[in-house]
DNA sequence: GTCCAGGGCCGTT
DNA sequence: AACGGCCATGGA
């Protein structure tokens, strides 16, 4: 069944390739502070919307604390501070906290993203759901965004696109995963490029 | 006032 | 394995 790589071609002629989905949606350039923002906008985002994650971003700025490093600095002595500039994500106490408990691991174990994400893909995948609050979708987020390694991200749009277009009747984190990866070249881009492409088509059919 | 936005966790069945 | 309740904000 190659009708996910079909559908993949289709989108892609449909709405042309998205340039730089994070960049779109953060309306941020690329950079190597960039990479942390996506990886923190990946927790940010849980249950919410980009919008209000950019609120936290600006928040985040003019304290200046906008790092994985200054993030963990600044939790550790004081986690309200990082509640009162996470707010506007809602879920404010448990964001707070998860991202708090990321930039911890990763400057405790590895001092930088770069250093971490320097290992393999199934080695990065397991540490990173080992952290309270980082689940499949987050991790794998992180993985394939911030880290650009290969491995294809389900979410809420994927599934109402898998629904619409009558690719499978199961819906699991897993099952779902396995088979867009089986039916694409095991290719980081083109994982990310379809991403952002189901989501413009989600959202131009809600229009 | 009501609804909702790109999850994850925990407890129950 | 699947489902319900919970976490919380601000804009439409």
Redesign the pocket.
């Given at each position: 069944m190659k009708k996910i790589y079909q559908l993949y071609r289709f989108l892609l002629r449909k709405h042309g390739r998205p340039k730089d989905?994070?960049r779109k949606?953060c309306k941020r350039k690329k950079t190597k502070e960039d990479k942390e923002e996506i990886a923190l906008g990946?927790i940010l985002?849980?249950?919410?919307?980009?919008?209000?994650v950019e609120?936290v971003f600006e928040n985040l700025k003019r304290a200046k604390i906008l790092s994985i490093k200054k993030i963990y600095q600044a939790g550790k002595k004081d986690l309200k501070l990082l509640e009162k500039l996470i707010?506007?994500?809602?879920?404010?106490?448990?964001?707070?906290k998860?991202i708090y408990r990321f930039c911890q691991f990763i400057v405790e174990n590895y001092r930088n993203l770069e250093k971490f994400f320097s290992q393999d893909l199934k080695t990065c995948r397991e540490e990173l759901?080992d952290?309270?609050?980082?689940?499949?979708?987050?991790?794998d987020?992180i993985l394939l965004?911030a880290g650009g390694k290969p491995i294809f991200?389900i979410?809420?749009?994927t599934r109402c696109f898998v629904k619409r277009e009558k690719i499978s009747n199961?819906f699991?984190?897993n099952y779902l995963q396995d088979l867009f990866q089986k039916n694409l070249p095991r290719d980081a881009k083109i994982y990310q490029d379809f991403?952002?492409l189901i989501?413009l088509e989600g959202q131009s059919i809600k229009l």
């Amino acid at each position: 069944m190659k009708k996910i790589y079909q559908l993949y071609r289709f989108l892609l002629r449909k709405h042309g390739r998205p340039k730089d989905f994070w960049r779109k949606w953060c309306k941020r350039k690329k950079t190597k502070e960039d990479k942390e923002e996506i990886a923190l906008g990946a927790i940010l985002t849980q249950r919410t919307n980009w919008k209000r994650v950019e609120l936290v971003f600006e928040n985040l700025k003019r304290a200046k604390i906008l790092s994985i490093k200054k993030i963990y600095q600044a939790g550790k002595k004081d986690l309200k501070l990082l509640e009162k500039l996470i707010r506007p994500s809602g879920f404010y106490r448990q964001k707070a906290k998860r991202i708090y408990r990321f930039c911890q691991f990763i400057v405790e174990n590895y001092r930088n993203l770069e250093k971490f994400f320097s290992q393999d893909l199934k080695t990065c995948r397991e540490e990173l759901l080992d952290i309270p609050g980082i689940g499949p979708e987050t991790a794998d987020s992180i993985l394939l965004f911030a880290g650009g390694k290969p491995i294809f991200v389900i979410d809420e749009y994927t599934r109402c696109f898998v629904k619409r277009e009558k690719i499978s009747n199961q819906f699991s984190y897993n099952y779902l995963q396995d088979l867009f990866q089986k039916n694409l070249p095991r290719d980081a881009k083109i994982y990310q490029d379809f991403h952002a492409l189901i989501i413009l088509e989600g959202q131009s059919i809600k229009l």
